[in-house]
């Protein structure tokens, strides 16, 4: 059974950086299924953050979609060692602020990804961010 845990969130001043992580477990990692996160602030529609497709190798590097908001601030990258993918997130904003979430899109195309939620098969239970003004 597929498992996703998110960690790293946590509460910061403007301007501060958080790395959320994203581990996965029961499926195959390297098997060029594209990973998303995805942010839920109270009130608001879950939306997407951050892609990365599913074929990473020294060769062939994965390719990365970020949503307008956080182009240039955040980063998303896979271990595919450790079967984790991570956010880094720098130059946070009180707007930033919200639920993180890890979703696995099961989809056989390794190297694209989307931001679109309703592409995604499995979620994790989201990890909270905070950003103090």
């Known amino acids: 059974q597929l498992h996703i845990v998110e960690s790293g969130g946590g509460l910061v001043h403007t301007g501060g950086s958080l790395r959320l992580s994203c581990a996965t477990s029961?499926?195959?990692?390297?098997?060029?299924?594209?990973i998303g996160w995805f942010r839920q602030a109270p009130g608001k529609d879950r939306e997407g953050v951050s892609c990365?497709?599913?074929?990473?190798?020294?060769?062939?590097?994965?390719?990365?979609e970020y949503a307008g908001p956080v182009k240039g601030r955040f980063a998303m990258s896979r271990d595919n060692a450790n079967n984790t993918v991570y956010l880094q997130m720098n130059s946070l904003k009180p707007e930033d602020t919200a639920v993180y979430y890890c979703?696995?899109?099961?989809?056989?195309?390794?190297?694209?990804?989307?931001?679109?939620?309703?592409?995604?098969?499995?979620w994790g239970q989201g990890t909270q961010v905070t950003v103090s003004s």
């Open positions: 979703a696995v899109d099961m989809r056989p195309f390794p190297d694209v990804c989307t931001l679109t939620k309703g592409h995604y098969d499995f």
């Open positions: 029961g499926f195959t990692f390297d098997g060029g299924y594209a």
């Open positions: 990365i497709s599913g074929r990473d190798s020294p060769s062939h590097y994965a390719a990365s």
